[in-house]
């Protein structure tokens, strides 16, 4: 039975949530093409499953990315050409904006907000972290800001019932990760963090796995499976609806795995690596249960961590005064840590 405030909570996410009004409910596609998965015999969710089994089985290849040939800072904005090249010209150049500041010490976090974030997104961040001596990029993630295509209004082509287009756009947004680090390098930068919110931080956890140059993690928002977010989740409720009449929960996972911080914990082990892990108490989108796996999960492994729990939920997060409690935390952990 929930409580007053619990119920006061739960009522004020709704409402947030349901402003947005330009969801759309795009349809069911496995897209074998965007893994490059040719015709064959065989069912297309048995040849998916195979092919993400054998990418997680090589997941240092899958994630591995190459250093672009060209960056170009021009006020303040870092733009260089993604890894992976799509049919959407719009996508295929990565923009980062730079925040410097005085006496970094070399230190430096690459920021990724969240799934539909609008363009000046965590800048107001960045402006703390800048002024508490810590250089900051936020860097936006596949189909997100100018990167989006001109037939669509949001980020939709990142997380879709389009199956295959999702693992490929989480790739891209981790492999554009990495080659941020790459030029936060090249500048000088050697103690080099990372802060991810929601979807960001599902795509910072898949970098951080396979780029041991960082050192100090900020998981904002956390949940074991990518799918379990999508199935269960306020904010993606429209993508369920497509997904259900196809396939299940479990399937999902199976799916969605190579994607999923859940198959990559254990490379975590044996590293100088400190993370924060933030979740909320009545978060309608990464679901505490999640979360707690999450929590549970680098306790098991003994992975160097601290948790903050907010007394809020997912689009709550970004009101007052869990904005600042939030933003309190992240930043006073990377003070201390990086």
């Not at 993400?52 to 260089?80: I, K, M, N, Q």
């Not at 690459?110 to 001596?133: E, M, T």
């Not at 802060?195 to 900020?218: E, K, M």
């Not at 909320?280 to 306790?299: A, H, I, N």
Request: proline share 4%; charged share 25%.
């Amino acid at each position: 039975m929930m409580g007053t405030y619990a119920r006061w909570m739960d009522e004020w996410e709704t409402a947030l949530a349901n402003r947005d009004t330009n969801r759309v409910e795009r349809p069911f596609e496995w897209g074998l093409e965007w893994l490059g998965l040719p015709d064959g015999e065989g069912s297309p969710g048995r040849r998916l499953a195979e092919f993400v089994e054998r990418a997680v089985e090589r997941s240092g290849e899958f994630f591995a990315h190459a250093t672009p040939d060209r960056y170009e800072l021009e006020g303040g904005t870092l733009r260089f050409a993604s890894n992976l090249q799509t049919a959407y010209p719009e996508n295929n150049t990565v923009e980062a904006e730079y925040l410097p500041a005085k006496n970094a010490r070399g230190r430096a976090v690459l920021v990724l907000p969240q799934w539909n974030s609008p363009p000046d997104s965590h800048l107001s961040l960045c402006r703390l972290l800048q002024r508490l001596g810590i250089s900051a990029l936020r860097m936006s993630k596949a189909y997100h800001h100018n990167r989006k295509p001109r037939e669509t209004e949001r980020a939709d082509y990142h997380v879709s019932s389009n199956l295959g287009r999702t693992i490929h756009a989480t790739r891209q947004s981790v492999l554009d990760a990495r080659c941020s680090i790459d030029w936060l390098e090249r500048r000088g930068y050697r103690r080099i963090g990372i802060l991810g919110t929601s979807l960001g931080s599902c795509v910072a956890l898949l970098a951080v796995a396979h780029d041991r140059r960082v050192r100090t993690a900020v998981f904002n928002h956390v949940s074991m499976n990518f799918s379990d977010v999508v199935w269960t989740g306020m904010s993606c409720r429209h993508v369920r609806r497509t997904l259900e009449p196809h396939v299940t929960q479990e399937e999902m996972r199976t799916y969605w795995k190579v994607i999923s911080p859940s198959a990559y914990l254990d490379r975590l082990r044996g590293r100088d690596l400190h993370s924060l892990l933030v979740w909320g108490r009545y978060d309608t989108t990464f679901r505490p249960e999640f979360s707690r796996e999450v929590l549970r999960g680098f306790q098991e492994r003994q992975l160097r961590h601290r948790a903050v729990c907010l007394p809020c939920g997912h689009y709550t997060t970004g009101k007052f005064p869990f904005n600042w409690m939030d933003a309190w935390a992240m930043c006073r952990f990377l003070v201390r840590e990086l």
